[in-house]
């Protein structure tokens, strides 16, 4: 058994990232949920705490490769 990786544009700034697609952060556009990357969470968080939020607190694992069989 191999691993894979699941490469696409983050939804909130665009540049490509990898991710295990079970696990990451994400946003629900037009009823689809699109990956967020770990810059983008980084960035939002602190907003999200200074509105009285909690942080967005990725999964471990959330940016790893998977194992094929898991897709």
Request: glycine share 8%; aromatic share 4%.
């Given at each position: ?46 907003i ?24």
């Amino acid at each position: 058994m191999g691993v894979a990786i699941v490469i696409s544009p983050c939804i909130c700034c665009g540049r490509l990232f990898n991710y295990n697609p079970h696990r990451v952060p994400s946003m629900v556009i037009r009823g689809e949920r699109e990956p967020v990357c770990q810059d983008c969470i980084d960035r939002a968080n602190p907003i999200r705490e200074a509105n009285g939020l909690p942080p967005i607190v990725p999964l471990p694992g959330a940016y790893d490769a998977i194992e094929d069989g898991d897709l």
